[in-house]
C-alpha cells in the first residue's frame, strides 16, 4: 500500500522567504506525482505534474523536484507572497488501471505581509 | 486545465433526507470519476471510484447503501447520501480523470469545487 507523508504540517513565514516542503511515499513505483494548492472551502488546483522518468518541474516562482529511488519529492516556492497562503498536497499516482491518486495530509502554509 | 463543476457548492439539511451531489465534466468525457471525503485540517479520503456505466468501486469502510454513486453518462456522475445525519457532515469533493492522459505517464485528475454539507 502506498503511503505519502508531508512535513512539515504547517509553516508560517513572513514574505520573502524561500520555502521548502516536503513529501515522501513509500512505493518508488508510480506513474507521477503531483503537488496541488487548496485554499480554505475551495477544490484542489494542480501545480506542478513530475513523471516518473522526470527530476524536476518548473512554474513560475515554483520548483518540484523528485528523487524516486529514495521516495522523496520537494516543492519549492521561492520569494514567498502572501497570496501563497494555502494548502499544498502532494499526490502519488501509481498507474494502476483505475488511475487512483495517494494523498499527503498536506502542508498548511501561512506567509504574512 | 479542464473544468469540472459541482452541484451544489453547499447543501444544509434535515437528518433524515437524502441529498445529492452532482459532478460534471464540462469539456471532457470522463469514463472514471472520483469522490473523495474531507474532514477540517485532514487529506482527501477516497470514498469511492465512479465507472461510467457499471458499478462504483467502493473503499473500505466505506457503506456503499449509504453513500450511492450514479455515472450514467461520460459527464455526469452524482453521490447521493441516503439518510443523512450530523457525522455525514463534511465536504465532498469529486474529480474526473483525465481520458487524454489516462495510461500515460502524464496521467492526471481535474477535481471539483467541493460541495459543503451540513446535516441538523
Known amino acids: 500500500k502506498q503511503e505519502v507523508t508531508q512535513i512539515p504540517a504547517a509553516l508560517s513565514v513572513p514574505e520573502g522567504e524561500n520555502l521548502v516542503l516536503n513529501c515522501s511515499f513509500t512505493?518508488?513505483?508510480?506513474?507521477?506525482l503531483q503537488w496541488f494548492r487548496q485554499d480554505p472551502g475551495k477544490g484542489l488546483t494542480s501545480l506542478l505534474l513530475?513523471?516518473?522518468?522526470?527530476r524536476e518541474q518548473t512554474s513560475g516562482r515554483l520548483n518540484a523536484s523528485l528523487d524516486k529511488s529514495s521516495g522523496r519529492s520537494t516543492l519549492y516556492i521561492a520569494a514567498s507572497q502572501p497570496g501563497d497562503s494555502a494548502t499544498y498536497l502532494c499526490?502519488?499516482?501509481?498507474?494502476?488501471?483505475?488511475?487512483?491518486?495517494?494523498f499527503g495530509r498536506g502542508t498548511q502554509l501561512t506567509v504574512w505581509p | 486545465g479542464a473544468v469540472v463543476s459541482q452541484h451544489p457548492s453547499w447543501v444544509i439539511c434535515k437528518s433524515g433526507t437524502s441529498v445529492k451531489i452532482e459532478c460534471r465534466s464540462l469539456?471532457?468525457?470522463?469514463?472514471?470519476m472520483f469522490w473523495y471525503r474531507q474532514f477540517p485540517k485532514q487529506s482527501l479520503m477516497l470514498m469511492a471510484t465512479?465507472?461510467?456505466?457499471?458499478?462504483?468501486?467502493?473503499e473500505q469502510g466505506v457503506e456503499k447503501d449509504k453513500f450511492l454513486i450514479n455515472h450514467a453518462s461520460l459527464t455526469l456522475s452524482t453521490l447521493t447520501v441516503t439518510s443523512a445525519h450530523p457525522e455525514d457532515s463534511s465536504f465532498y469533493i469529486c474529480?474526473?480523470?483525465?481520458?487524454?492522459?489516462?495510461?500515460?505517464?502524464?496521467?492526471?485528475?481535474?477535481f471539483g469545487p467541493g460541495t459543503r454539507l451540513l446535516v441538523l
Open positions: 474529480s474526473a480523470r483525465d481520458p487524454r492522459t489516462s495510461g500515460s505517464p502524464q496521467e492526471t485528475q481535474y
Open positions: 512505493d518508488s513505483a508510480i506513474y507521477n
Open positions: 513530475i513523471q516518473s522518468s522526470q
Open positions: 499526490a502519488v499516482n501509481r498507474g494502476s488501471t483505475l488511475g487512483r491518486l495517494y
Open positions: 469539456d471532457f468525457q470522463a469514463t472514471t
Open positions: 465512479s465507472n461510467e456505466g457499471s458499478k462504483a468501486t467502493y
